[in-house]
């Protein structure tokens, strides 16, 4: 079963509904810095960058297991908490193939990327989203 756009009949792919502004940050930069970030841009995740290479992930989860350690966040590098080379899809890969992946791994975001180079981000609920906007189309 494929995800099809009904209106154009075509597969719908990443580029089409991916987040392609990210918040990036490095390996070094503390935790709580990058937290605050987030959550002053209304952000769950926040891409690590190795100079122009897609290094790593950091989620709301990862900053819950860094705040529930009890070491000091002001300090606590980016670096012990992400996940390293994540892994990412393309943005021509389909949305069903982008959940799949998602749904099999356990996590709630996908980074989007040509090599290491990264073009963006998709979530689960940028997923559920598109569904829903397709669905509420006036006829």
Not at 102 to 107: I, S
């Amino acid at each position: 079963m494929e995800i099809r756009d009904e209106e154009e009949g075509t597969v719908i792919q990443l580029r089409d509904i991916m987040t392609t502004e990210v918040l990036t940050t490095s390996a070094e930069r503390p935790v709580a810095e990058v937290t605050s970030m987030m959550a002053k841009d209304g952000l769950d995740v926040a891409v690590v960058m190795e100079g122009p290479w897609l290094a790593g992930i950091l989620t709301d989860r990862d900053v819950l297991r860094a705040a529930a350690s009890g070491l000091d966040l002001t300090k606590s590098p980016v670096s012990q908490w992400m996940t390293t080379d994540p892994m990412t899809a393309t943005p021509d890969t389909t949305i069903e193939e982008a959940t799949n992946v998602m749904l099999r791994n356990g996590f709630r975001h996908l980074p989007v990327a040509e090599g290491r180079e990264l073009k963006g981000v998709v979530s689960i609920r940028d997923i559920l989203s598109s569904g829903i906007r397709r669905r509420s189309k006036p006829e």
